[in-house]
């Protein structure tokens, strides 16, 4: 998070402090006779900085190096749509074969395939900045939804056998997860983050989202067949938002397939299709490391 940003949210707490502090006394903890106290206003103002500041590295960090994929730099309201299929029968069979989950697998074969882009064009790349996302849900109702998109940082440079990768990654997921917990990580600052200009949040947001090369996601769809007024539903194809990345990966699994759309912005991926050629030899490399054959 930049300072100039810390300083604006800081103006904005030490006003919106005075002028609700019942609301702002929840979010950095019950602190009798706040208001009555200057000098408490302060440290009250900075603890709830310095939260905002702990929690952001946990929900946007993830990032060992200042390095992103150079092919996707640029950003535009242009989008392009590519589809994916993999059996998710042969997914759940290499993944746990390498010791690892469908997601697991759907988010190395995401990375590899934008590593495998950027190699194919000649173009050395430090990292690929992703994210991922964590369920944070606490029942089992079928409505409704909880969860927390993760960063990860693929180094480009790392394992060399597709498994080691694969298990490189996975192990990525699994530490970042881990800093995930109870409704999310951005659950402990949003009362704060209601407290500030919606010009700051939004802010914010476009400079987190402009660091992210691929934002993927995974849905779990009928593990059954579907209809549509009688006729079949072949494939769903979900479409994730874009949302200032270079592009979004989501799959939703069903019936028996991962049906995968591969959204982009224009600007950034010049070449979807060539990026879905990459994907799918991503997906077929992971497979025949877990011993399917596709």
Do not use: C
Not at 44 to 64: E, F, H, K, N, P
Request: hydrophobic share 45%; glycine share 10%.
């Amino acid at each position: 998070m930049s300072d100039s940003i810390l300083d604006t949210a800081t103006r904005t707490l030490g006003h919106n402090l005075r002028r609700q502090g019942g609301i702002l006394t929840r979010a950095v903890g019950s602190v009798a006779g706040l208001l009555a106290d200057p000098a408490k206003i302060s440290s009250g103002v900075t603890s709830a900085v310095d939260q905002i500041r702990s929690t952001l590295d946990t929900a946007t960090g993830g990032r060992t190096i200042n390095a992103g994929a150079p092919l996707w730099a640029k950003r535009s309201r242009r989008r392009h749509l590519e589809v994916l299929h993999v059996s998710l029968d042969d997914a759940k069979a290499a993944a746990k074969a390498m010791d690892g989950s469908v997601n697991d697998f759907f988010v190395a074969g995401a990375a590899l395939g934008a590593l495998a882009y950027h190699a194919e064009r000649d173009t050395p790349v430090e990292a690929i900045n992703m994210t991922f996302v964590v369920s944070t849900r606490t029942d089992k109702a079928m409505g409704g939804n909880s969860f927390t998109p993760v960063p990860l940082q693929v180094r480009g440079e790392g394992a060399q056998t597709v498994e080691e990768r694969f298990r490189e990654i996975r192990d990525l997921m699994a530490e970042r997860r881990r800093g995930v917990s109870g409704r999310g990580a951005m659950s402990a600052i949003a009362g704060i983050a209601n407290l500030l200009p919606t010009s700051v949040t939004t802010r914010f947001a476009r400079q987190q989202a402009a660091k992210i090369d691929l934002a993927t996601s995974n849905l779990r769809g009928a593990p059954f067949q579907t209809f549509v007024a009688g006729a079949k539903v072949l494939a769903g194809i979900p479409l994730g938002p874009v949302a200032g990345t270079a592009g979004n990966r989501t799959t939703i699994s069903q019936n028996g397939s991962l049906d995968m759309g591969l959204l982009v912005g224009r600007a950034a991926i010049t070449d979807p299709a060539g990026l879905r050629r990459n994907l799918d030899d991503a997906y077929r490399d992971l497979l025949a490391a877990g011993g399917i054959v596709a």
